[in-house]
């Protein structure tokens, strides 16, 4: 399927980021512990990286593809025990902490695993929140990222013509015209920019896999966010455009959230990660990768995105789901099943919605 190809290039490419975010944010603990001689250290950071992957990602899959692992015998038992398997790989990882622990290292040893979970913390979960956007339909996906990458660029450019009073203490170079225009600047762009995705049911689509035809699917109904409705204009609007009702998608009043966040609070991981790098007097992330520019520059904005996104999703847009429903109704046993079926079907008579049938 088209989708799930789209799906997984991107998904690659939010683990490589991932990790080489991971990469950049231990290396500058190595660098402030001069933590070289750590018998270890190196291999059990990546082992845990590993291992909270494999869980994250293991639970997005149990709950994608559910249908698509119920015929495999093996992936059966992984995705069965799926907590037990991830928690027992993190217990082995702790155990072989405790042992490699030396005299004479005891508190940088710490310091370090406590470096590694925080920096797992940011990471993993920030990039795993991003998934599961990829999964709800790629516009999720594609919209909050280029809004945030459209603030950067529009914020320098007012910043750069009409800067004059700067924002705050942490990033001199950044000021209230550069943010306020590139307030601006991002909602307008994300409005339209999802108006040009939403008429695509490649970009709208959620990835789910169907069990009818061994596939994931390509097409679906697209939901009621992208399907075009009417809308009166403010009274205000009214005077100024000259239009009473406009046509547009329901997600673009969506994507103005989207923006409006993405420009208010995007900047904010910005001036986390600088403050992150006075603290420990990088001016650049990229130092500790020669002759590079610093990826977590780029994704210090992102990250938050991600979580707000489905924050947003799960708060605003997603109800209940009556597919996903199914999935684990048809995983039961054939007794709960049909007691299941007995309680659905005598509350529909209740209500009246279902004819009560005439064999007693």
Same mark, same amino acid.
């Given at each position: 399927?088209?989708?799930?190809?789209?799906?997984?290039?991107?998904?690659?490419?939010?683990?490589?980021?991932?990790?080489?975010?991971?990469?950049?944010?231990?290396?500058?603990?190595?660098?402030?512990?001069?933590?070289?001689?750590?018998?270890?250290?190196?291999?059990?950071?990546?082992?845990?990286?590993?291992?909270?992957?494999?869980?994250?990602?293991?639970?997005?899959?149990?709950?994608?593809?559910?249908?698509?692992?119920?015929?495999?015998?093996?992936?059966?038992?992984?995705?069965?025990?799926?907590?037990?398997?991830?928690?027992?790989?993190?217990?082995?990882?702790?155990?072989?902490?405790?042992?490699?622990?030396?005299?004479?290292?005891?508190?940088?040893?710490?310091?370090?695993?406590?470096?590694?979970?925080?920096?797992?913390?940011?990471?993993?979960?920030?990039?795993?929140?991003?998934?599961?956007?990829?999964?709800?339909?790629?516009?999720?996906?594609?919209?909050?990222?280029?809004?945030?990458?459209?603030?950067?660029?529009?914020?320098?450019?007012?910043?750069?013509?009409?800067?004059?009073?700067?924002? !705050?203490? @942490? &990033?001199?170079?950044?000021?209230?015209? $550069?943010?306020? =225009? #590139? +307030? /601006?600047?991002?909602?307008?762009?994300?409005?339209?920019?999802?108006?040009?995705?939403?008429?695509?049911?490649?970009?709208?689509?959620?990835?789910?896999?169907?069990?009818?035809?061994?596939?994931?699917?390509?097409?679906?109904?697209?939901?009621?966010?992208?399907?075009?409705?009417?809308?009166?204009?403010?009274?205000?609007?009214?005077?100024?455009?000259?239009?009473?009702?406009?046509?547009?998608?329901?997600?673009?009043?969506?994507? !103005?959230? @989207? &923006?409006?966040?993405?420009?208010?609070? $995007?900047?904010? =991981? #910005? +001036? /986390?990660?600088?403050?992150?790098?006075?603290?420990?007097?990088?001016?650049?992330?990229?130092?500790?990768?020669?002759?590079?520019?610093?990826?977590?520059?780029?994704?210090?904005?992102?990250?938050?995105?991600?979580?707000?996104?489905?924050?947003?999703?799960?708060?605003?847009?997603?109800?209940?789901?009556?597919?996903?429903?199914?999935?684990?109704?048809?995983?039961?046993?054939?007794?709960?099943?049909?007691?299941?079926?007995?309680?659905?079907?005598?509350?529909?008579?209740?209500?009246?919605?279902?004819?009560?049938?005439?064999?007693?």
């Amino acid at each position: 399927g088209g989708v799930l190809g789209g799906a997984l290039v991107f998904l690659g490419l939010v683990l490589s980021i991932q990790v080489k975010c991971y990469h950049e944010i231990i290396t500058i603990g190595y660098r402030v512990y001069h933590s070289y001689d750590l018998p270890w250290f190196r291999s059990l950071s990546w082992y845990f990286l590993l291992c909270v992957n494999y869980f994250f990602y293991g639970e997005t899959v149990a709950d994608y593809f559910a249908t698509f692992v119920q015929r495999r015998e093996q992936l059966q038992f992984l995705i069965r025990y799926h907590r037990f398997i991830s928690f027992a790989l993190y217990l082995t990882g702790f155990c072989m902490f405790v042992l490699s622990l030396v005299k004479k290292h005891y508190r940088l040893q710490f310091y370090m695993f406590a470096w590694t979970h925080v920096t797992l913390l940011i990471t993993v979960t920030q990039s795993h929140l991003v998934i599961q956007n990829l999964f709800e339909g790629m516009i999720w996906f594609l919209v909050p990222i280029s809004s945030v990458i459209c603030n950067d660029i529009t914020a320098y450019i007012f910043g750069f013509f009409f800067g004059r009073t700067p924002l !705050i203490k @942490l &990033s001199p170079k950044k000021t209230w015209e $550069g943010f306020i =225009g #590139g +307030f /601006f600047s991002t909602v307008v762009f994300g409005f339209i920019f999802s108006y040009f995705l939403a008429q695509h049911q490649y970009f709208v689509c959620p990835v789910e896999y169907n069990s009818e035809t061994n596939r994931f699917m390509t097409e679906c109904e697209p939901s009621e966010l992208f399907q075009m409705k009417k809308y009166s204009v403010p009274p205000l609007l009214q005077a100024v455009l000259g239009w009473e009702t406009v046509n547009m998608y329901p997600f673009q009043m969506h994507s !103005i959230a @989207l &923006s409006t966040f993405a420009s208010l609070i $995007g900047p904010f =991981g #910005g +001036f /986390f990660a600088s403050g992150f790098k006075r603290a420990f007097k990088i001016k650049d992330f990229a130092d500790t990768i020669p002759g590079h520019g610093g990826i977590m520059d780029r994704f210090d904005c992102q990250y938050l995105m991600a979580t707000f996104v489905h924050v947003y999703i799960t708060s605003f847009i997603r109800g209940p789901n009556p597919s996903k429903l199914l999935k684990q109704l048809l995983i039961l046993q054939p007794e709960q099943q049909l007691s299941v079926y007995k309680t659905l079907k005598s509350h529909l008579v209740e209500k009246g919605i279902l004819q009560p049938s005439l064999r007693g």
